[in-house]
T-cell receptor, first 115, second 116 residues
Framework: GENVEQHPSTLSVQEGDSAVIKCTYSDSASNYFPWYKQELGKRPQLIIDIRSNVGEKKDQRIAVTLNKTAKHFSLHITETQPEDSAVYFCAASANYGGATNKLIFGTGTLLAVQP | NAGVTQTPKFRVLKTGQSMTLLCAQDMNHEYMYWYRQDPGMGLRLIHYSVGEGTTAKGEVPDGYNVSRLKKQNFLLGLESAAPSQTSVYFC???????????????FGPGTRLTVL
């Protein structure tokens, strides 16, 4: 089955710097890669996602890149702000004949933005 | 529109006790999921459902049972709780995949369960 590895587990940056979180996946059938942000004590919320037919997607200060050949994808946050501090999870989904949307999550990255 | 809700928010059980966690969604989603979240391990899928009356096992199903008698509700049961089931439990729901494009999963607020 699918396995997702996420690095680093913790990341500390200065406000205004960029942050990059990387994930690798094992199942070449995976076609959907969402990123979730989870603030302390809150529920995970989708911040950006990318489909396997796209190499890069950007939404304001957040971007995600996908390398299908190498089976890895990355989250890029530019001009970080203290409110970006949270745990970020990557995930990969393989859609088996349209029957399910199972997501396999990475272990999370705790991002701390120092003012 | 409440989205995805979970009850209870907190619960403390003794080993061997049973309980049921309730998840409800008002977005008319076909798919529903139960995850557990443990420190350093991310979110792991326990069971899921692709429609009313259907359930399937996820990554870590042992010790749990589920039921989906109504489209809007997904119940997670612990028949005989163990300390290893101490965790934060999240429910999620989504529309079915459109072609090969999965639907976004929306999460509930979580239930913090402690088993002594």
């Amino acid at each position: 089955g699918e396995n997702v590895e996420q690095h680093p587990s913790t990341l500390s940056v200065q406000e205004g710097d960029s942050a990059v979180i990387k994930c690798t996946y094992s199942d070449s059938a995976s076609n959907y890669f969402p990123w979730y942000k989870q603030e302390l004590g809150k529920r995970p919320q989708l911040i950006i996602d990318i489909r396997s037919n796209v190499g890069e997607k950007k939404d304001q200060r957040i971007a995600v890149t996908l390398n299908k050949t190498a089976k890895h994808f990355s989250l890029h946050i530019t001009e970080t702000q203290p409110e970006d501090s949270a745990v970020y999870f990557c995930a990969a989904s393989a859609n088996y004949g349209g029957a399910t949307n199972k997501l396999i999550f990475g272990t999370g990255t705790l991002l701390a933005v120092q003012p | 529109n409440a989205g995805v809700t979970q009850t209870p928010k907190f619960r403390v059980l003794k080993t061997g006790q049973s309980m049921t966690l309730l998840c409800a969604q008002d977005m008319n989603h076909e798919y529903m999921y139960w995850y557990r979240q443990d420190p350093g391990m991310g979110l792991r899928l326990i069971h899921y459902s692709v429609g009313e009356g259907t359930t399937a096992k996820g990554e870590v199903p042992d010790g749990y049972n589920v039921s989906r008698l109504k489209k809007q509700n997904f119940l997670l049961g612990l028949e005989s709780a163990a300390p290893s089931q101490t965790s934060v439990y999240f429910c999620a729901s989504s529309f079915r995949a459109s072609g090969s494009i999965p639907g976004e999963q929306f999460f509930g607020p979580g239930t913090r369960l402690t088993v002594l």
